[in-house]
Each structure stands twice: as C-alpha cells, then as structure tokens.
C-alpha cells in the first residue's frame, strides 16, 4: 500500500511539473510578447536534450514556485523548424530568454540553479538601482562580480545603460549615488563606473581601457577562478589568453598545490603587467584539454589557450617557481614562446579524424555491441555494394566486347587479303620480269606519264603480237613439213 501511494504521488507530482512547463507551438509566435519566456528548443532523439528535461522541470517549478515573472516553454524545433529558423537555433539544446524583442542565448552549465539565476538575472531590469549601503553591502556579499555607476545623469551613465543591455546575459549591473558606498570605496572622480571582485574593486579608465563595452567584457570574470568545459570558451571570448593550471583535485601533493598557489599569484599580484591579456584558472583532470589539442598534457601541469585560433602554449622546461612562471607568461608575450596547433587546413583535418576517432571508440567503450551495429553494417553494405559494382557486368559492356571482337575479325580479314594481294602481285611481278628478260613483256618506266604510258602499251601489245607471230611461224605444220 505505501509503495502504491508513492508511486501514485510520484505520478501526481510529474503531472504538476510538466504543467508548469509549457509545450509550444506557432502561436507562441503571436503571444510571446506579452510575457518573458525561458525556452528550450529541443530535438526528441537529442541525447543531450533527454538529459536536460528533469532539470527543466524542475526549473520550471522553482520559479512558479518563486514568483518568477519568467514563464517556462519548451518546443520541439524538428516540428517547427520555422520557428526554430527565426530565433537562430542551430544546435539542439538551445536555451533562450525571450524578453520583447530581445533574445538572450544561455551558454552556461545545465545546472538548475544556474539556469534560474539566468533567468532571474536577464529577465530584470538590465541596470538595478541600490538605494542604500545595507542593499550596496548585501550585493557585494552575494555576488562574486558586479559592476557598478557611481554619480548622476551623464553620457557615461547612457552609454553604461547600453552596455548593460547588451551584457546582462553574463553579469550584474548596479547604480548608485556616492553615499551609498562604504568607506573603503574611494573614486578618483564621479561618475565612475567601477568593477568589484577578487574582493577589491578597479576603476574604468577610458583612456587607458579603451571602450567600456570592451572593458566590462574583459572584467566580467574573477582573475582566477575553477574552470570547466563550458567557462573555457566563454573566457575565450573576452579576447584574452587562458593560462590553466592542470591538475588533478584528488591529488594533494605539492607540485599540483605549487602550481596552483603559482599561477593564483601570477593573476592577482602581476594583475598590471598580465590582466589585460591573460585570464588564470585551474582546471581538475586532462581529459578536455587532450581532446581540445589532440594531444596528452601531463598532471600537474600550466597550459596557455587561444580560444580564437586553437592554438596553445606549453613551457619549455617545468615550472618550480614563480620566476620561471613569469618568464613564460612573458614569453607567450612577446612571441619568442612557440605557439602549438592553430587552425589551418592540415589542424582541420587532423580535428575531423580526430573527433571521428574519438566518437566510434567511445561508442565502443560504452556498447560494444551498439558500436557494431552503427559502424560494421554500414560497412558491409558499402563493401557488399562496392564488390558488386566491380564484379558486374553490365549490357553496354557486352555488347562493346562483342563489337570489338568483329572489328578484330574483320581487321584480320583484311590483313589476309592484303596479304594474298600482295603475294599476287608478287607472283604477277615475277612473271612480269621472267616475260621482260625474255623479251616478251616491256615495263614502263615508273616516271612515265599517262599518254606515254599508253604509247608504251602499245608498244609492248605490238611487240608481243610480233613474237608470238614469229614464233608461230617457227612452229607451224608448214615449216615443221619443211624442215623435214
């Protein structure tokens, strides 16, 4: 009976879930613009796709349950590929914040709890205002990064508002008047716009950091901070280089703790000479990192990415302290360091039999047996197909055979015949010789034109005629009677 009722409610409690998760269709098309929408286009033999549903669910109840402006949808991109064309989906799946107009792509960990702060975060105002120390003291303890207008209105405070719209998706934006900051919160100058992280805060320089966009863009990180497949890119894409320490967080033994303590100084006591170019972290376990170079990087060990050309840069000799730490850093700087990988043509095809190589043999190493199916039958069918074709024999090549065979034939007839011709005319021509040294045949001259030809024929007809009369004349009854 109890394990009825657990299952019963457990029933019940699905249903309530994915009531709080709408299915959508093309009248979402229509309606969208009346609300803010969190919605996951999916494909359904996604594996991905399957994996995230439990936690859409349940992000789906958190903010119900929270009070959330946000409305939850899902929608089946492969049944409506229109819709899915419009808002850019290209990959499956793909999470977006639907807020008017706008739509904001969520890169960050399928976790719930990040997804809702996602959510919460964009679907707000792009800048929050603080209207006292209490709030100013209560964000710096909740936030690891925030970025803050300090002052009145100003054109900087425009221009902070844009950048904010346009960067909500990655972090928090505040405003604040002069006095709701604390007293170790001391500006050059007001309005400022300031960053606060690594518990310490940095001053926008517009001379010196060029456009804020780009500013807030480079800052928006910690200087150090744990680093994951799905952090990796998005570092890359403030422009900077990712210098990583590799190591393996079950591992407590000195030379990993080193490196790490090594690369963490580097990012906050050299932030001057290598924050603008360098983002630091540490990343647990090589598995990513190989597969990214397509290579084996060592644990522990320090690596040194270009998200925008693949390439990498690894020290010469190990790394013991901190000197020979900035040495690299240095190095990498001033292009005397090599630089591995890159993206060009012989990289991309070593990417493509790469991940080829990669995908079948995890497929193996999962299911065997599955890894058989996909991979051996498409082979034996493409083989089976492939020795027909070369075995067959096809009309056209029969009939091209038999036509060859004749043209042999009458090839060697005609060689036969040429050949008697000639043996005739040889025949012919030793006659003609044998009569000519006897005096009973003339050849014409080979020079010899037509008319001459025909007067020689003459020539040669009368000269015959004369023989043959005069040798019938030796011969005949009368002079043979005579003779006697």
């Not at 990959?91 to 960990?109: E, Q």
């Not at 100003?154 to 508002?161: A, N, Q, R, V």
Request: aromatic share 10%; net charge negative.
């Amino acid at each position: 009976m109890a394990l009825l009722r657990a299952v019963v409610s457990s029933v019940l409690l699905s249903r309530v879930l994915l009531a709080l998760v709408l299915d959508l269709d093309d009248s979402f098309k229509d309606s969208r613009m009346e609300d803010v929408w969190l919605v996951d286009f999916y494909a359904p033999w996604c594996g991905y796709c399957k994996k995230l549903e439990p936690v859409w669910e349940e992000v789906g109840a958190e903010l119900s349950r929270s009070g959330s402006p946000v409305r939850v949808g899902k929608m089946d991109a492969t049944a409506y590929s229109g819709m899915a064309s419009e808002f850019g989906v290209r990959g499956y799946p793909t999470i977006k914040l639907l807020k008017g107009d706008l739509a904001y792509n969520y890169k960050g960990p399928r976790t719930k709890d990040d997804i809702i702060e996602f959510a919460n975060r964009v679907a707000g105002p792009a800048v929050r205002a603080l209207p006292s120390r209490q709030m100013f003291e209560h964000v710096l303890k909740r936030h690891s990064v925030l970025f803050l207008y300090v002052g009145g209105e100003s054109p900087l405070k425009e221009k902070y508002i844009e950048v904010a719209s346009e960067l909500i998706v990655y972090t928090y934006f505040f405003s604040a008047s002069e006095e709701v900051l604390t007293e170790a919160v001391v500006l050059p100058e007001l309005p400022s716009v300031v960053v606060f992280k690594d518990a310490s805060f940095f001053t926008y320089d517009e001379y010196e950091d060029g456009s804020l966009s780009s500013w807030v863009n480079r800052e928006r990180f910690q200087s150090y901070l744990q680093i994951d497949g799905f952090t990796l890119y998005e570092l890359g894409e403030t422009g900077k280089l990712v210098a990583i320490a590799v190591t393996d967080d079950k591992d407590q033994s000195d030379h990993s703790s080193r490196l790490k303590g090594l690369i963490q100084r580097v990012a906050t006591e050299h932030r001057e000479q290598f924050n603008r170019d360098f983002q630091f972290g540490h990343m647990s376990g090589n598995d990513y990192i190989n597969s990214l170079i397509m290579g084996e990087v060592s644990i522990p060990s320090i690596i040194i990415l270009n998200t925008s050309n693949e390439q990498y840069f690894l020290p010469a000799e190990p790394v013991e302290d901190l000197q020979q730490m900035l040495q690299f850093f240095s190095s990498v700087l001033d292009g005397s360091a090599p630089a591995y990988g890159g993206d060009g043509i012989f990289q991309r095809i070593k990417r493509v039999a790469y991940d080829a190589r990669s995908t079948i043999m995890s497929v193996f190493r999962s299911s065997p047996l599955l890894g058989c199916f996909l991979f051996g039958l498409p082979l034996g069918v493409i083989s089976l197909m492939c020795y027909g074709i070369c075995t067959a024999e096809s009309d056209d090549g029969t009939e091209d055979l038999e036509l060859m065979k004749a043209e042999e034939e009458e090839e060697e007839e005609e060689r036969l015949t040429e050949r008697t011709e000639e043996e005739e005319e040889q025949t012919d021509r030793t006659a003609e010789e044998e009569l000519t040294e006897s005096g009973v045949v003339c050849v014409a001259p080979p020079s010899a034109s037509g008319a001459e030809r025909v007067d020689e024929l003459w020539q040669c007809v009368l000269t015959v005629t004369l023989t043959c009369v005069s040798v019938l004349h030796h011969v005949s009854p009368v002079n043979v009677r005579a003779a006697n």
